[in-house]
C-alpha cells in the first residue's frame, strides 16, 4: 500500500508526532509512506528529520495562501503521478486542500480531527466553512477520541470512525541515566521535578500551570518546573514568570525530540489545557508510567478514569498546586497511578494497535473503489 499523509505543518506538535509513529510502523510493516507539509518546517526540522530516518520520503508544497492555484496545481500532479492508494489528511489546510485533491483526482481521503475545538474553528469564516465542506465529502473521518466525536458529529452531520491515538512504548533509563538527565535539566537531581510539554498557544493555558507552580514553589521550593515546546506565547509566558519570581525554578526547553526521555527522568506531568482532542503527551506520560495531574478536558477523563490519574478543573490553578502538592507528599499514590496509568496505555493506546486501526479503514475504502 502506498499512503501519503497531507498536515499544515511539520513542526513540533501532538499531530506530527503521530506520523513520527506511523512511520515506525509503516517501517516495520512494509507500507510505502510519503509526508507532505504545506508550510516550510526549516525553522523546526526534528520531525522531518526523524521521518526521514524511519524511510518516509518528506516533500513540502508551501504558499502564502490555503487556495494558492499554483501549489493546488503542483500538488494534484504530485498526487496523481506518485499513484497513491490512500490521502490521509491533518489539520485545517490539508483537510481542505487533500479533500478537493481527491474528489479531483477520485482517490479515497481520510480525515483526522485531532481536537475538541469548536471556537473559533467553526466560526463563520470562509475557509471553516471550506473545511466543513471538505470534511462532509471526504471518505472517512476519523476523531481521536469520544470527546472530539461528540463535538464534530453533529456539526459534520455524518458518524466518525474514533481511533484513539497511539504512543510508542516507553524509554527506561538506569538510575545514573535518570540522575545525570534530572540534574542536566534543573542542575540538582534532587529536586522534585514537573513536566509540562505542548506548543505554547491559547489552548494550552500555560498561563495557569506557571499560576500553579507559583503556589507549588511557595510550600516546596525545591520544586522545579520544566516545559518543553514553543510556540507565539513564548515571550508573554516568560514574562510572567519574571513577575512571579521563578526564573531560577521554571526551565524552558523549547523544542525537544526525546520527550520520552525527559517523561521518564521527571516526577509528575502536569497539563492546564482549557481545551484538548487526546493529548499525546498524556499518553506518553502514561507510557513512562508517570503519574498524572491534568485539567479534566477532552479524553483526559476516560484516559485517566479509575485511578489512572488526577483531574482538576480548567482554569482553577489552586486545585492543580494542591493536587501535585498531594501527590509529591505520598511516593507510594505516585507510584500506584504511574503504574495503572501504563497499564491502560499499553492496552488503549500502544501504536500498533493505533496503526492496524488505521489500516483496516483504509483497506475498507480500498474494497469499495
Given amino acids: 500500500m502506498n499512503v501519503v499523509h497531507l498536515i499544515d505543518m511539520l513542526s513540533i506538535g501532538g499531530a506530527q508526532k503521530l506520523l513520527v ?9 512494509d507500507v510505502g509512506l510519503t509526508v507532505v507539509g504545506l508550510q516550510n518546517s526549516m525553522h523546526a526540522p526534528i520531525i522531518p528529520g526523524e521521518l526521514k530516518e524511519l524511510g518516509a520520503r518528506v516533500q513540502f508544497f508551501p504558499a502564502k495562501r490555503i487556495l494558492d492555484p499554483v501549489r493546488f496545481i503542483r500538488l494534484t500532479r504530485f498526487l496523481r503521478q506518485e499513484q497513491f492508494d490512500i490521502i490521509h489528511t491533518h489539520l485545517l489546510t490539508a483537510n481542505i486542500l487533500g479533500g478537493l485533491a481527491g474528489r479531483m483526482l477520485e482517490l479515497p481521503v481520510i480525515s483526522t480531527l485531532h481536537s475538541t475545538g469548536k471556537n473559533p474553528r467553526y466560526a463563520n469564516y470562509a475557509r471553516d466553512q471550506l473545511e466543513t465542506w471538505s470534511l462532509r465529502r471526504v471518505n472517512r473521518v476519523v476523531a481521536v477520541g469520544e470527546s472530539v466525536n461528540d463535538v464534530f458529529a453533529p456539526i459534520l452531520g455524518r458518524s466518525l470512525d474514533i481511533v484513539p491515538n497511539g504512543v510508542s512504548d516507553r524509554v527506561v533509563l538506569s538510575p545514573p541515566e ?12 534532587s529536586r522534585p521535578i514537573l513536566i509540562g510539554v505542548g ?3 491559547p489552548d494550552k493555558y500555560f498561563e495557569d500551570m506557571l499560576t500553579a ?3 507549588i514553589h ?5 520544586a522545579a518546573l520544566v516545559i518543553a515546546g514553543i510556540g507565539k506565547l513564548g515571550e508573554v ?27 521518564a527522568a521527571s516526577d509528575i ?12 503527551a498524556m499518553l506518553e506520560a502514561s507510557m513512562a508510567a508517570l503519574p498524572i495531574v491534568v485539567t479534566s478536558v477532552g479524553e483526559a477523563p476516560r484516559v485517566l478514569a479509575n485511578g489512572r490519574g488526577v483531574l482538576v478543573p480548567p482554569q482553577k490553578p489552586q486545585l492543580l498546586a494542591d493536587a501535585v502538592l498531594e501527590l509529591l507528599k505520598d511516593p507510594a499514590r505516585r507510584h500506584t497511578l504511574g503504574k495503572a496509568a501504563r497499564e491502560h496505555a499499553l492496552l488503549k493506546y500502544a501504536a500498533d494497535r493505533w496503526f492496524d486501526h488505521l489500516m483496516g479503514i483504509y483497506r475498507e475504502e480500498l474494497a469499495r473503489e
Fill in 21 to 29: 509513529t506511523f512511520a515506525r510502523q509503516a517501517k516495520q510493516k
Fill in 178 to 189: 535518570r540522575d545525570a538527565l534530572r540534574k542536566e535539566l534543573t542542575g540538582d537531581a
Fill in 199 to 201: 506548543n505554547l498557544l
Fill in 213 to 215: 507552580f507559583s503556589y
Fill in 218 to 222: 511557595e510550600r516546596l521550593p525545591s
Fill in 237 to 263: 509566558l516568560r514574562a510572567q514568570c519574571e513577575r512571579l519570581c521563578l526564573t531560577d525554578h521554571v526551565f524552558w526547553l523549547g523544542v525537544r525530540g526525546d520527550i520520552p526521555r525527559l517523561m
Fill in 269 to 280: 506531568y502536569i497539563s492546564s489545557s482549557k481545551r484538548e482532542g487526546l493529548a499525546i
